[in-house]
């Protein structure tokens, strides 16, 4: 570079203009970046506090075999029929039994009926081949 | 024994004293006195003010006394000025002393401090101009950043030998702002502008301040890299202090570490500024180009926050945009003394501590930028 060079000569031949321009914009981008990101660090916290209060991070409860339970009104007047069957049962009575009375009766869709109480655990099997009534769940869904 | 007498006299100061010697003690005794008596920033003036007259004292050179002698004490301490060790101690207090809460609370507000900054390039333009080396004009610019250690750990990298009239420069203005800034405020602002009110800032939690050092060292070193020594002692400092279990080394950093920094910068700083060295051309450039950049930095700072009020819904009050030149916290200061003489019961100096210290981190990223273009 020669010496003894001044004004905008100086300023062209020593790229003056480009290390002006791209410095400014340097400190520019790194402030406004910094601002940014402060002015996001207050709202990032607080989520971080209260992390437990989020769907996304509340602990999910534990998967279970149960299906929701609830009968349609149809369903729980046949339930209903069902039980006063059973009633004139044995308390541990036979399903074949059972099944055969409310065909008799004339229940609508028996079969489809005791199968729901099954699900529903209205009607669950006392582990020696017979079933047993289970009265609480038949208030709390049939009723 | 006649040759005794004349041996002795011929080593003595009155001998040796050329007029330089004598100008160089009579700045160094004003600057003692402005410290002194007129309490203008004397922290720094009095002991760059003593330093000078310690170094304009006429000495036979190869005594080992001067500072520009290898083998003398002051030559040594004024190795943490020439190897770049002293600024990024002080700014290691600086940061352990500074509370960010108002920049956090208010983050745009740190786009005055960039603004501020462009008093660098365009202070860097006409050091060209001048005909200055690229290096030189760059260390020139800085001064307009109105850091005195950014200023001199720049130009300890890039042009050693002005670290004399480049520091005087930079701390003359720095302490000269309460006498700079205000006309450029008033010619720059309408009345109206200047009683603007600021909202009140928000609550930060400890949380924020804690993490503000570590998001805002990652972000501007990942950018400018050359930033490191300064910015990253700035954040550390700060982090001590807002990690509360490390309070005693904040304490130390903010205390004693740059009490002792700052006595042997200014000592050194105005010992290393000898007649011969100093009294030249390229100084009265310098001199006259520092004040340039000051007055360019005030004004760009001030121009920007009214730029940014036809976009903001909540008004910024333009004068902050002074408090960008990052003279801490004199120039904070100075808005607002200006603020208060249009209207008493408008406090704008918690406010203009925002840009104030986003101007300290603007001035460490340019000076980093800076020294990665001409490295």
């Known amino acids: ?143 | 024994m006649e040759h005794l007498f004349v041996d002795f006299f011929q080593n003595t100061g009155f001998f040796l004293c050329d007029y330089r010697n004598i100008v160089m003690i009579l700045v160094g005794m004003t600057f003692i006195y402005l410290g002194i008596a007129k309490d203008y920033e004397p922290l720094l003036l009095v002991p760059i003010g003593f330093g000078m007259l310690m170094g304009n004292i006429p000495v036979f050179q190869g005594l080992g006394l001067g500072i520009y002698e290898n083998n003398s004490v002051l030559h040594y301490l004024y190795q943490g000025v020439t190897q770049g060790i002293y600024p990024p101690l002080i700014f290691l207090g600086i940061g352990a002393m500074t509370d960010f809460s108002t920049l956090l609370a208010r983050p745009v507000l740190m786009l005055l401090g960039a603004a501020a900054q462009t008093g660098i390039f365009f202070t860097f333009l006409g050091a060209l101009a001048l005909g200055f080396a690229p290096n030189e004009a760059a260390s020139i610019g800085i001064i307009g950043g109105a850091d005195g250690p950014t200023a001199i750990f720049l130009t300890a990298k890039l042009a050693p030998k002005l670290i004399g009239p480049i520091a005087v420069a930079a701390y003359s203005y720095m302490a000269l702002v309460p006498v700079i800034q205000p006309p450029i405020m008033r010619l720059l602002t309408t009345r109206k502008e200047r009683l603007i009110r600021m909202e009140e800032p928000r609550d930060v939690s400890k949380r924020e301040k804690m993490l503000f050092p570590i998001v805002a060292f990652l972000l501007c070193c990942f950018l400018a890299p050359a930033a490191l020594p300064l910015l990253g002692m700035l954040c550390f400092g700060n982090l001590l202090k807002e990690a509360v279990v490390t309070e005693r080394l904040a304490v130390a950093a903010r205390t004693s570490i740059i009490d002792s920094v700052t006595i042997l910068l200014g000592v050194t700083v105005g010992a290393s500024t000898q007649g011969d060295v100093f009294l030249t051309a390229e100084s009265v450039g310098i001199f006259f180009l520092g004040a340039l950049s000051f007055c360019i930095a005030t004004a760009c700072g001030l121009l920007f926050a009214k730029f940014m009020n036809l976009f903001l819904k909540s008004k910024i009050n333009p004068l902050l945009g002074a408090a960008g030149v990052s003279a801490v916290p004199d120039s904070a200061r100075v808005v607002q003394v200006v603020g208060q003489q249009e209207d008493p019961t408008n406090f704008l100096l918690m406010h203009a501590m925002a840009p104030n210290i986003s101007g300290v981190i603007g001035s460490a990223v340019a000076a980093g930028v800076l020294w990665s273009f001409m490295s």
């Open chain 1, 1 to 143: 570079m020669e010496a003894n060079v001044y004004g905008l000569d100086a300023i062209n031949a020593y790229n003056g203009w480009a290390i002006s321009v791209v410095g400014v914009t340097i400190v520019f981008t790194g402030l406004v970046m910094l601002s940014l990101a402060i002015s996001q660090l207050h709202k990032l916290l607080s989520l971080w506090e209260n992390r437990e209060e989020l769907s996304l991070f509340k602990k999910k409860a534990p998967a279970t075999d149960q299906i929701p339970v609830e009968l349609t009104p149809g369903q729980k007047e046949s339930a209903r029929q069902f039980k006063l069957l059973a009633e004139t049962l044995n308390e541990h009575f036979s399903l074949p039994r059972l099944l055969k009375l409310a065909k008799i009766s004339g229940i609508d869709h028996p079969h489809a009926t005791l199968a729901r109480l099954l699900e529903t655990d209205i009607i669950v099997s006392d582990t020696q081949g017979y079933h047993v009534l289970d009265m609480a769940q038949f208030k709390t869904l049939a009723s």
